[in-house]
């Protein structure tokens, strides 16, 4: 089957670094991507990685293992408007795979 | 749980013909569902939301004459393009929502490819 994981939870203090895993099992690879969502609003693209390695946009990076079947988004010096959730995706040759979200609270 | 499916996933049509996607919400009642299109490696674009017995909601710039949206009962929406162009050639995304928007289970997508 096709499954994605991801924690639906997590916590962080303003100015930090927080890291949202997300491990995959597909068919067909493509590539990862990374969405941030407020409340209300559409999802926002945020990165696109088809290559193992770590893409670098601003406080956000996200990372690649296709090996591992394992990526990361890394968010730094976090700011209060960073408060969303954040769904990774898989793409494969016929379908957009979304996990289920994990909500980032951020504590002043 | 929360699990939203999509059929078909994969559709080829003649250019001029309709297409009817349906989206399901297999086990709960989804008070809200949005339909979505994107563009490769592009963010999802919201083209309606929808609430069970009631008109879609449409974007500024959707044809609403174009993308006809029913939802008809509260796991089923569908979204039909008529008259569909090579232009219209995209992933179509569902999403459902319990609670009316805060928090939204993805369908898998239906990638439709107009000929």
């Known amino acids: 089957g096709q499954s994605l994981e991801q924690p639906s939870e997590v916590t962080a203090v303003e100015g930090a670094i927080v890291q949202i895993n997300c491990t995959y099992q597909?068919?067909?690879?493509?590539?990862l991507s990374w969405y941030q969502q407020h409340d209300g609003g559409a999802p926002t693209f945020l990165s696109y990685?088809?290559?193992?390695g770590l893409e670098e946009t601003g406080r956000f990076s996200s990372f690649l293992s296709r090996s591992d079947s394992y990526g990361y988004l890394l968010l730094q010096e976090l700011q209060m408007k960073d408060s969303a959730s954040y769904f990774c995706?898989?793409?494969?040759?016929?379908?957009?795979?979304f996990g289920k979200g994990t909500r980032l609270h951020i504590l002043p | 749980g929360a699990v939203v499916s999509q059929h078909p996933s994969r559709v080829i049509c003649k250019s001029g013909t309709s297409v009817k996607i349906e989206c399901r919400s297999l086990?709960?009642?989804?008070?809200?569902m949005f339909w979505y299109r994107q563009f490769p490696k592009k963010s999802l674009m919201l083209m309606a939301t929808?609430?069970?017995?009631?008109?879609?909601?449409?974007e500024q710039g959707v044809e609403k004459d174009k993308f006809l949206i029913n939802h008809a009962s509260l796991t089923l929406s569908t979204l039909t393009v008529t008259s569909a162009h090579p232009e219209d050639s995209s992933f179509y995304i569902c999403?459902?929502?319990?609670?009316?928007?805060?928090?939204?289970?993805f369908g898998p997508g239906t990638r439709l490819t107009v000929l």
């Open positions: 999403s459902a929502s319990l609670d009316g928007g805060d928090t939204q289970y």
């Open positions: 597909t068919s067909g690879f493509y590539g």
């Open positions: 990685n088809a290559l193992d």
């Open positions: 995706a898989v793409i494969t040759d016929d379908k957009i795979i």
């Open positions: 086990d709960f009642q989804a008070t809200t």
């Open positions: 929808s609430n069970e017995g009631s008109k879609a909601t449409y």
